[in-house]
């Protein structure tokens, strides 16, 4: 029952910068554990592709095409996940989804909605 939301994608030129923040939540009165949050980006024509993820112990790991540009953090008291991206390319055109591991012995995936982030001259 926990759902990902997730916001900040849009229209930029390269180089230039966006932050995508994905909130988690449970229905009313739920209550849920999250280990590591991430994020996945799906091109046309290509597969998804893992771009970011932190684990709850502030470990992060990024793709090779972004490191050095994108940054991942999450804000633990909110469930909320960001990335910040700067130095966009037009080769980051994707939808970008959000993905968080909920569980406490046992871990089950759950995905966002996917926002669109489009980097166009």
């Known amino acids: 029952q926990v759902q990902l939301v997730e916001s900040g994608g849009g229209l930029v030129q390269p180089g230039g910068s966006l932050r995508l923040s994905c909130a988690a939540s449970?229905?009313?009165?739920?209550?849920?554990?999250?280990?590591?949050m991430g994020w996945y980006r799906q091109a046309p024509g290509k597969q998804r592709e893992l771009v970011a993820t932190?684990?709850?112990?502030?470990?992060?790991l990024y793709a090779d095409s972004v490191k050095g540009r994108f940054t991942i953090s999450r804000d633990n008291a909110k469930n909320t996940v960001y990335l910040q991206m700067n130095n966009l390319k037009p080769e980051d055109t994707a939808v970008y989804y959000c993905?968080?591991?909920?569980?406490?012995?046992?871990?089950?995936?759950?995905w966002g909605q996917g926002t669109q982030v489009i980097v166009s001259s």
């Open positions: 449970g229905a009313s009165g739920s209550i849920f554990s999250i280990n590591a």
């Open positions: 932190r684990g709850s112990d502030g470990s992060t």
């Open positions: 993905k968080a591991d909920v569980g406490i012995f046992r871990t089950l995936p759950y």
